[in-house]
């Protein structure tokens, strides 16, 4: 059974690792806040542009379900 908690911290190092398991990580920290995620990036650029892809998108949408909602 999958742990999930009301707060998250995900800190990202920069990684030598398989891509493929640290991309399974970052997804396992991601999914498991209910309600608050705090990402530390310790200089890994590669996840640092992803990140901002993800969040770009999602206050894109945000900010679109805001105006509709009014």
Sequence with gaps: M???SDMVFL???KHKDSATA???LIYTG???GRS???IINFGNE???DKMNGLVSKINTTNHT???VNQ
């Design 36 to 38: 608050n995620l705090v």
């Design 46 to 48: 590669e996840y640092h």
């Design 30 to 32: 991601i999914t498991r």
């Design 2 to 4: 999958a742990q999930e």
């Design 65 to 67: 379900q805001q105006i």
């Design 11 to 13: 800190i990202i190092e």
């Design 22 to 24: 640290f991309d399974e």
